[in-house]
C-alpha cells in the first residue's frame, strides 16, 4: 500500500480545498504560502519557531481552534488538515474580524511585523473560550515576541476579544488509507503500513510533530530525503487510563496530552507550560522528545523520575523497555532501526507520593533548559523509603542521580547534596558552566526537602 508515488498533498486554507502534486512535502508551509500561493502576511522572523511572526491557526473538526508555526511545519504534514492565515480573517460582515478590529483600536500594531502572528495568536485564544485573566493570556502570548517590546496594548486587545465565538471548520473527508507524496514522505494511517515503511525505509527519519526535525527544512535548508509521518496512526495518538496508570501514544500532540497529565501530575501545570509555546504544544510530541534523546529535553527527566516504560513495536513483535534503559549515549537510544515508540506508560502516583519538577534557564519562555530537574519522593510514618531524582543538562543523556538517591534515603538531603558530584560532570557551554550546573542541581534537591517540608504549600514557579 506505501509504494505509490503520485498521492496528492490535501489540505483546507481558509475555507477553500487545496490539492498538491508539484510541490515537495518538505517544502515548509511558510514558504509555500509566501512564495507560492502570495500570501505574504505570515512572515518569517527566526526560522525556528521562536518569535512567531509566522503564526497560523489549526482548525480541528473537534471546533478546537489552535496556533501553531509555519516556519516549521512540512507540507506533508498539514494534509488531511484546515488552515486558517491572517488574510482568511474577516467579520460576519465581511470587514475586519473582531480580532482585528480590537487590535487596531488598542493602538497593539506598532511597527507591524508581527503583527499577523499576534493577530492569529488571539484568534486562536478568542475561540478557546478561555479568560481574560493575565496569565492565561501571557501563556497565549509566550509564543510571540514584539521586537517592539510594547505588549500592554496587545494584552488590552486580547481582554477585549476573549470568549469569542467562532464558525465550525470546513474540513476535507478522511483519507481511506495511507499516503505517499513524491515518493518520499510516507504518511502511514495504520500501525501495520507504519511499521512496513519503517521495515522498507530504514534510513527515513521518523516525523511526529516537527518542531525539532522541522529545522533542517527551515533553518538549515537541507531537507531530508525521506521521512516517515508517524501523527495519523490511531495506535500513536491514543490515551488510555485506568486507576493505577496512564498510557500516552507517542505522536499525540503536548496539547492534547496535557490535561491528563496535569491532572495526574500537579506540579507539571507550570512546568508544561514553559515547555516552548501554545504554537510548539500544538503539533510538538513526547514520543518526539524522547526520540530525539536529547540531553536538554524537558520531558525525559519527568518520565525517568515517574518511572516510565516505554511500547516499542516493529513488524517483528513489541517489547517494552524502561526508559532508564532507553538512552543509551548522546543522541543514542536502544530503539532499533525497525522499531518505533508506539506508545509510553506513567503509574499514578502512591499514597504517601510527592511528584516535583523545576526547569532552570536564561529566560522564563520559550527557551531550552539549562538544568531540568524532576524527583518522585515516598513518604511512609515521616521517613523517605523510596526516591527517584532525575536531571537534564547534566550529562551526555537524561540520567537519574542515582549516588544522590542512595545518599538520601540512608542519611538525608544533605548527604544527597554531597553525592551529586559522583553522579555528574556536567560540561561547560554558553548556557551554563559546569560549576553552575552543578551548583544548580544541589540547590534543586535543597528545594526539594523545603517543598516537603511543607507539601500542601501551592507549587511555585520562578523565572529561573
Excluded at 494511517?189 to 525505509?201: P, V, W
Aim: aromatic fraction near 6%; glycine fraction near 8%.
Amino acid at each position: 500500500m506505501l509504494t505509490r508515488m503520485a498521492d496528492r498533498i490535501r489540505f483546507i486554507l481558509n475555507d477553500l480545498p487545496v490539492e498538491l502534486s508539484d510541490v515537495s512535502p518538505m517544502t515548509t508551509l511558510l514558504d509555500w504560502l509566501r512564495e507560492h500561493r502570495g500570501l505574504k502576511g505570515t512572515k518569517e522572523g527566526c526560522a525556528e519557531g521562536d518569535c512567531g511572526a509566522c503564526t497560523v491557526v489549526l482548525e480541528r473538526a473537534d471546533g478546537r481552534h489552535e496556533a501553531m508555526n509555519a516556519c516549521i511545519a512540512l507540507l506533508g504534514q498539514v494534509d488531511g488538515k484546515s488552515l486558517r492565515t491572517v488574510e482568511g480573517l474577516c467579520g460576519h460582515d465581511g470587514g475586519p474580524h473582531p480580532v482585528q478590529r480590537a487590535m487596531a483600536e488598542s493602538d497593539a500594531t506598532q511597527c507591524g511585523f508581527c503583527t499577523p502572528g499576534f493577530v492569529m495568536t488571539a484568534y486562536a485564544f478568542a475561540s478557546g473560550g478561555e479568560t481574560a485573566d493575565l496569565d492565561t493570556i501571557h501563556d497565549a502570548l509566550a509564543g510571540n515576541l514584539c521586537r517592539c517590546t510594547g505588549y500592554r496594548p496587545i494584552v488590552a486587545a486580547m481582554k477585549q476579544v476573549a470568549g469569542l465565538a467562532s464558525a465550525p471548520a470546513t474540513s476535507l473527508p478522511e483519507r481511506d488509507g495511507s499516503a505517499v507524496f513524491d515518493g518520499r514522505f510516507f504518511a502511514p494511517r495504520s500501525l501495520g503500513d507504519l511499521l512496513k515503511a519503517r521495515a522498507d525505509h530504514p534510513d527515513a527519519l521518523l516525523l511526529a510533530g516537527g518542531t525539532d526535525l522541522g529545522l533542517l527544512a527551515s533553518r538549515a535548508r537541507k531537507p531530508p530525503r525521506s521521512m516517515i509521518h508517524v501523527a495519523h496512526v490511531p495506535e500513536l495518538t491514543a490515551i488510555g487510563e485506568d486507576k493505577d496508570q496512564i498510557t500516552i501514544g507517542a505522536a499525540l500532540s503536548y496539547a492534547r496530552a496535557t490535561p491528563v497529565l496535569v491532572a495526574a501530575f500537579p506540579a507539571l501545570r507550570p512546568y508544561l507550560a514553559r515547555l516552548g509555546s501554545r504554537q510548539i504544544r500544538t503539533l510538538g510530541t513526547i514520543g518526539g522528545n524522547l526520540g530525539t534523546a536529547s540531553p536538554i529535553g524537558d520531558m525525559p527527566p519527568v518520565l525517568l523520575a515517574l518511572e516510565t516504560r516505554l511500547k516499542l513495536v516493529s513488524s517483528r513483535g513489541a517489547r517494552e523497555v524502561p526508559l532508564d534503559a532507553f538512552f543509551l549515549d548522546y543522541r543514542k537510544t536502544a530503539l532499533a532501526p525497525d522499531e518505533v515508540i508506539q506508545s509510553f506508560t506513567l503509574p499514578r502516583l502512591w499514597p504517601g507520593e510527592h511528584f516535583f519538577c523545576d526547569k532552570v534557564s536564561k529566560r522564563r519562555d520559550q527557551d531550552i533548559s539549562t538544568v531540568a530537574g524532576a524527583y518522585r519522593v515516598r513518604i511512609r510514618n515521616g521517613r523517605i523509603e523510596d526516591v527517584r531524582l532525575a536531571f537534564g543538562g547534566m550529562a551526555a543523556i537524561p540520567k537519574r542521580a542515582s549516588h544522590a538517591e542512595a545518599a538520601l534515603l540512608k542519611d538525608g538531603f544533605a548527604a544527597a547534596v554531597a553525592a551529586l558530584p559522583k553522579d555528574f560532570q556536567p560540561l561547560d557551554d554558553w548556557r551554563g558552566s559546569s560549576a553552575y550546573r552543578l551548583q544548580v542541581a544541589m540547590n534543586l534537591l535543597r528545594r526539594l526537602e523545603m517543598r516537603l517540608a511543607e507539601p500542601d504549600r501551592p507549587v511555585e514557579v520562578e523565572a529561573l
